[in-house]
């Protein structure tokens, strides 16, 4: 699909100004002249809504549960303003987690904004980071990836290369970091981590967590108006449309 790419990650909020404000305050976002929310090229826009709360039985292995991650170049520091700014509650047991090198080596942290989004922190390897982040300076550089649970890890990769996406990387991330990292009770998860990029690769990218210990919850997709409601918005794509997990995906203006 040609100039297809996630042009803005949409959230659901019943107070759009005050997660605005955390956003800015806890991970460096400014307001753009579209009244939305920027950091670096990545956009993330808020629409205030009367829905649901985020349900309190969601875990990192439902396949509603979908967070993006902003990339750091000081986890240390990054933490350190997060924990002064209130709110916000984690989803990692033990504060941020260096992965092994076999799940890519990355330090990361995920917690729930103040109404209950999921998202990350992510810091690379000194040496590791991926273009563009090398090329950016600050604190918090961008918006990474957005990472949607799935049931069937074959089943969306055919989707979502019909759609123009590319698949970039594929791993199975196990072991005790993991499980801290996601807020599991079981010791040694295993989950597949799938990367698809856009044409032309530029950030955000998507990525695919299909669970396999504990196996993936494959809930019914989340209601439309409702905080979980995180939706994906595409350039290059004329109609909605829904993945085979039923996240909502819509084109961008």
Known sequence: MAGLRIAAIRLMSREPQALAAFFAEALGFKWNNAGGLHLGEER?????????????????ND??????AVIVSDMD??????????????????????LPQASGGVTAFKFHSPEGHPLELLQFP?????????ARSGLHLGIDHSAIGVSDTERSIAFYTRLGF???ARQTNRGAEQARLDGLVLDDPAVEVTSLTPPGSAPPHLELLCYRRPEAIASPPAEEKSIAATRLILSGMSAPVRDPDGHLLLPDG
């Open 44 to 60: 993330v826009e808020i629409e205030r809504t009367e829905g649901a709360p985020t349900p309190a039985d969601l875990v990192s």
């Open 126 to 134: 000194e040496g590791k980071a991926p273009a563009p982040w090398n």
């Open 77 to 98: 520091a990054a933490y350190v303003r997060l924990q002064s700014v209130k709110g916000w509650t984690p989803i990692s047991t033990r504060g941020p987690e260096q």
């Open 63 to 68: 396949t509603r549960f979908q967070h993006f």
């Open 166 to 168: 590319t698949l970039a």
